[in-house]
């Protein structure tokens, strides 16, 4: 069975902290998500990443970090834990379209990592 | 910026009923996503739709693309427990899904 795996499912964290969220997928997809997930905010797109070391801003970027040094793994780094960071973070990945055609596949998400800030 | 509503924002059924969710936006999107969330664990993609006015059907839910592709709806049939959950649409425009958005959801329970 195909699944994106990520390292916890529950994290507490002390403010000021740097944090290290790690998600790996083993069904060789191009691309690779960090959202997080807010009551009534639905998913935001953190950070994305197409290929191996490449990297693009989402929407709330900010005090967060990515790595990606090999396809199958993605990091998300919190530089310095902040009470406004807790929240479900998730992370996903996808197919990249072949020639350029073709609907976007869909996510495969993996099942979260809660994180509190304290 | 592309928004997705989606109403209801809470639903809490009987076993045996039918429901409709909506899922609707100002944007035209060249794809549409259904996913449904259960507590602790990721969303699951349920359908994709792409062609204005298109239906799907996945047992007993069905899911429509407006003719406009700005809007979508997921009916389900003779609602069953297991179909409890978070129900999220996602639209957007591109193929590598960095252009998606979500809306923030509908939660449905389905009492026994």
């Known amino acids: 069975d195909v699944k994106v795996t990520q390292s916890s499912r529950y994290l507490v964290k002390r403010t000021g902290e740097k944090v290290f969220l790690e998600c790996v997928q083993d069904?060789?997809?191009?691309?690779m998500f960090w959202y997080r997930q807010d009551p009534g905010l639905g998913l935001r797109l953190i950070y994305f990443?197409?290929?191996?070391?490449?990297?693009e801003k989402g929407d709330i970027p900010e005090g967060y970090s990515v790595s990606r040094e090999k396809k199958e793994r993605f990091s998300l780094i919190l530089e310095s834990a902040s009470t406004n960071q807790t929240s479900m973070y998730l992370c996903?990945?996808?197919?990249?379209?072949?020639?350029?055609?073709?609907?976007?596949?869909?996510?495969?998400f993996g099942s979260g990592t809660r994180l509190t800030v304290v | 910026t592309q928004l997705l509503e989606q109403s209801p924002q809470f639903l809490s059924i009987q076993e045996g009923e039918n429901l409709t969710v909506y899922c609707n936006s100002s944007?035209?999107?060249?794809?549409l996503q259904w996913y449904r969330q259960e507590p602790g664990e990721g969303p699951v993609l349920l359908v994709t739709?792409?062609?204005?006015?298109e239906v799907k059907k996945l047992k007993r839910l069905t899911f429509q693309f407006g003719d406009a592709r700005k809007d979508s709806s997921l009916h389900i049939t003779a609602a069953q427990p297991g179909d409890t959950g978070l129900y999220l649409c996602?639209?957007?425009?591109?193929?590598?899904?960095?252009?998606?958005?979500f809306g923030p959801g509908t939660r449905l329970s389905v009492l026994p």
């Open positions: 990443s197409y290929d191996v070391k490449m990297k």
């Open positions: 739709v792409v062609t204005g006015g």
């Open positions: 944007s035209v999107f060249s794809s």
């Open positions: 996602a639209g957007g425009v591109g193929l590598s899904g960095q252009n998606f958005v």
């Open positions: 069904m060789d997809h191009e691309n």
């Open positions: 996903a990945s996808s197919l990249f379209p072949k020639w350029d055609k073709g609907p976007f596949y869909g996510y495969t």
